[in-house]
């Protein structure tokens, strides 16, 4: 058998470290996006609960920086190891 290494890895750990940053913005900005209690009484259409600066703004800018960090992820070369 022997000791050498196959084909090297093409994500190392830093790089799933950005991915999971990245995946942590997308999901907090689609939780934000989902909103709350805009529909405690079914019958009644709450339009400042709906339209809230959290749901059009904050949350849509969270998911687009989420994706921008997955692409850094992606293209980001690992390190290489001194020999």
Known sequence: MSNEKGTPSIFNKENYLWMLAGLVL????????????????????????????????????LIIAGLVLEIFALFKKPKQAAA
């Open 26 to 61: 997308i999901a907090l900005g689609m939780f934000l996006m989902s909103g709350g209690k805009s529909n405690v009484t079914p019958g009644v259409f709450d339009e400042k609960a709906v339209y809230s600066k959290t749901r059009i703004t904050v949350a849509p800018l």
